[in-house]
């Protein structure tokens, strides 16, 4: 038996119990979405993962905004003075990712005169029965107009440089046999010291929501 309501305006309408239920089945397949999203992102990155997310934290777990710090092609980049370490000539560097002790791969940073900044990443690892593998390149600049400041104080001799690009990841799971490709937006930024030594973050993130971080040490 279906119950009519009259509204104070006049108009009447009808209960309907099938919507209700069919919406509230709705808001169930949601949350069991989301839920399964998240697991998967465990799954790939391991029992050490820690996801940022929200609009809380620091900008250098949330590299894009920073991002107008990247120039346009062509535009001049700005040298670094003293105390800052100059760039002369094309300098190279390889730095070692991590993520909480664990091993994550190497990064390659390529630092030109111009100040532009190139890199690319190679990461393989297991966990449990899976297998991952992440590959990515940047693009980006040192930024000398940044000054690196802690709850110490200011380093006016540390380096600033943010890079971007694209991401890949590729999953196996040695027991169903079946894998899956992925990937997202990466940001590679850090701080060099005056000896070419220093330390960053790789960050990745799909949506600039939530992201993910590894140390960077060189």
């Not at 930024?189 to 960050?203: A, L, N, P, R, V």
Request: aromatic content about 10%; charged content about 25%.
């Amino acid at each position: 038996m279906r119950r009519s309501f009259i509204c104070k305006s006049g108009l009447s309408f009808r209960k309907h119990p099938r919507g209700a239920a069919a919406l509230l089945m709705l808001l169930i397949v949601i949350v069991i979405l989301m839920m399964l999203y998240f697991l998967d992102i465990g799954r790939i990155f391991g029992p050490s993962m820690t996801i940022q997310s929200g609009s809380g934290g620091s900008s250098e777990d949330r590299p894009w905004l920073e991002e107008e710090r990247i120039v346009d092609p062509g535009v001049t980049i700005p040298k670094p003075k003293p105390p800052k370490v100059s760039i002369e000539k094309t300098r190279s560097i390889k730095a070692r990712v991590t993520r909480e002790g664990q091993d994550r791969g190497w990064l390659e940073l390529e630092f030109r005169p111009s100040g532009n900044v190139t890199g690319s990443w190679h990461c393989e690892f297991s966990h449990e029965k899976r297998e991952t593998t992440f590959d990515a390149t940047v693009e980006g600049n040192i930024d000398a107009g940044k000054t690196f400041e802690d709850d110490q104080g200011t380093d006016k001799s540390l380096m600033y440089f943010i890079t971007k690009g694209r991401y890949m990841e590729q999953v196996y799971n040695r027991t169903t046999t079946r894998g899956g490709v992925g990937g997202g937006e990466v940001f590679v930024t850090g701080w060099i010291g005056s000896d070419w030594h220093g330390q960053g973050k790789i960050t990745l993130t799909t949506d600039r929501r939530a992201s993910v971080n590894f140390d960077l040490i060189f």
